[in-house]
């Protein structure tokens, strides 16, 4: 797609394009073909294989928990060297890993499709 094509429907603002898509391109995770406002976008190989639904091998299940779940505990990481102390559910809810995945059926879902698609990778 081109990046206005890829704009529309990821919507996202106009900013975007084309600094977002290209610094995805130097990430290696699309690869362009032209330039200027008439280039178009496409999936490196990896990120084919990898990331996209379809594919047996598809991640993505783990990247979308890991930022929906674990990325507020990471942001935090110099307090748990700091102190010791647990950065996880327990801190704000006084309940374990295991009680806070299990107290909602949407989290627990996306937590057992992440590790599936941790084993799947392995």
């Known amino acids: 797609m081109t990046g206005r094509e890829l704009q529309a429907v990821l919507r996202l603002h106009p900013r975007a394009n084309p600094d977002f898509f290209d610094t995805l391109v130097a990430l290696h995770f699309l690869d362009r073909d032209g330039d200027g406002l008439g280039a178009r976008y496409r999936n490196t190989e990896e990120t084919a294989l990898f990331l996209d639904r379809r594919s047996p091998q598809f991640i993505g299940d783990f990247l979308e928990m890991a930022n929906g779940r674990l990325y507020r505990f990471w942001d935090n990481l110099i307090e748990a060297l700091r102190t010791g102390r647990p950065q996880n559910e327990i801190k704000h809810t006084g309940k374990s890993v295991f009680a806070e995945l299990y107290s909602e059926p949407e989290r627990l ?10 084993v799947a990778y392995k």
């Open 109 to 118: 879902e996306q937590f057992m499709g992440a590790i599936s698609a941790g």
